[in-house]
C-alpha cells in the first residue's frame, strides 16, 4: 500500500529565506507526483505536476524535483514570503487515476 | 479554466439529518469525481470515485449506505450524508481531473460538516 510522508510536519522561517519542504512515498510505480497549497478552509491548488519520466519542474520561485527510484521529492521555495504561509501537500498519482497524500507541511512564513 | 464549485462551504446540522454537497464542473464536462475526506492536520482520504452515468466506486472501510454519492450530470456529482453523526464532522473535498493538464486534478474549496 503506497504510505506517502512528508517532512517537517511544519516549519517557521523569517521572511526572505528559501526553505525546503521534503515529501516521500514507498512505492515507486507512480505515474506522476503533484504539489499543491491550502489555505486554511479551503480546497487545493495545484502548484506543480512531474510526470514520472521527468525529474523536476519549476514555476516562479518554485522549484519541486523527483526522484522516483529513491521515492523522493522536494519543493524549493525561494525567497519566501508572508503569503506563502499555507499547508503544502503533497501527492503521488498510482493506477487507477488515485492519488495518495501526505498530511503535508504546515509553512508560516515570518515578516 | 478547470473550475470545480463546491457548496455549500459550510453546514452544521443535527444528529441524524441529512446534509447534501454539491460539486459542479463549470467550464469543462467531468465525467468522473473524486470525493475526499480532510481530517485536521491529516492527509486527505479518498472516500469514492463517482462516474457519470454508473454507480460510484467506494474505498475499503466506508460506508456506501451513509456516505451517498450521485453523478447524475456531466457537470454535477453530490454527495449526501445520511443520518449525520457527530463523528462524521470533517471537511470534504470534491476533485476532477483536468481536461487541460495531464494527470492534473481540480478541487472543489471543500465543505466544512458540522454535525451537533
Known amino acids: 500500500k503506497q504510505e506517502v510522508t512528508q517532512i517537517p510536519a511544519a516549519l517557521s522561517v523569517p521572511e526572505g529565506e528559501n526553505l525546503v519542504l521534503n515529501c516521500s512515498f514507498t512505492d515507486s510505480a507512480i505515474y506522476n507526483l503533484q504539489w499543491f497549497r491550502q489555505d486554511p478552509g479551503k480546497g487545493l491548488t495545484s502548484l506543480l505536476l512531474?510526470?514520472?519520466?521527468?525529474r523536476e519542474q519549476t514555476s516562479g520561485r518554485l522549484n519541486a524535483s523527483l526522484d522516483k527510484s529513491s521515492g523522493r521529492s522536494t519543493l524549493y521555495i525561494a525567497a519566501s514570503q508572508p503569503g506563502d504561509s499555507a499547508t503544502y501537500l503533497c501527492a503521488v498519482m498510482e493506477y487507477g487515476n488515485k492519488l495518495v497524500f501526505g498530511a503535508g507541511t504546515i509553512l508560516r512564513v515570518k515578516s | 479554466g478547470a473550475v470545480v464549485s463546491q457548496h455549500p462551504s459550510r453546514v452544521i446540522c443535527k444528529s441524524g439529518t441529512s446534509v447534501k454537497i454539491e460539486c459542479r464542473s463549470l467550464?469543462?464536462?467531468?465525467?468522473?469525481m473524486f470525493w475526499y475526506r480532510q481530517f485536521p492536520k491529516k492527509s486527505l482520504m479518498l472516500m469514492a470515485t463517482s462516474n457519470e452515468g454508473s454507480k460510484a466506486t467506494y474505498e475499503q472501510g466506508v460506508e456506501k449506505d451513509k456516505f451517498l454519492i450521485n453523478h447524475a450530470s456531466l457537470t454535477l456529482s453530490t454527495l449526501t450524508v445520511t443520518s449525520a453523526h457527530p463523528e462524521d464532522s470533517s471537511f470534504y473535498i470534491c476533485?476532477?481531473?483536468?481536461?487541460?493538464?495531464?494527470?492534473?486534478?481540480?478541487f472543489g474549496s471543500g465543505t466544512r460538516l458540522t454535525v451537533v
Open positions: 476533485s476532477a481531473p483536468r481536461p487541460d493538464l495531464s494527470g492534473g486534478y481540480t
Open positions: 512531474i510526470q514520472s519520466s521527468q
Open positions: 467550464d469543462f464536462q467531468a465525467t468522473t
